[in-house]
């Protein structure tokens, strides 16, 4: 379904399915902020609280956390938008 990290591919490699009809686009990316934020200032101020580490031990542990958590969820998000797309039958306008 993707040729590189994140771009979606522009026809299915198993059916011929044409994603190029679909505008995923940057669509996912607010609710991810949303979620993936959540869950690092939850499990930051938990962190905190119970074990007070130094402050640089939150940037190195909570910036490869947030970056993982948006790359991995991001593939994810944007598949699921493709196949509500696809189920939905949405897609451009039409004049």
């Not at 669509?27 to 119970?50: C, H, R, W």
């Not at 031990?57 to 909570?62: F, I, M, P, S, T």
């Not at 196949?83 to 306008?93: I, K, P, Q, T």
């Amino acid at each position: 379904m993707y040729v590189g990290l994140l771009k979606i591919a522009p026809r299915c490699s198993a059916c011929g399915l044409d994603y190029g009809r679909f505008n995923v686009g940057d669509g996912a990316a607010p609710f991810l902020i949303f979620i993936v934020a959540t869950i690092v200032i939850i499990a930051s101020q938990v962190t905190e609280a119970k074990l007070a580490p130094p402050w640089w031990v939150h940037v190195l542990l909570w910036g490869s956390i947030t970056l993982g958590l948006s790359l991995g969820l991001m593939r994810l998000a944007k598949g699921l938008f493709v196949a509500l797309e696809f189920r939905n039958d949405a897609g451009e306008g039409k004049a």
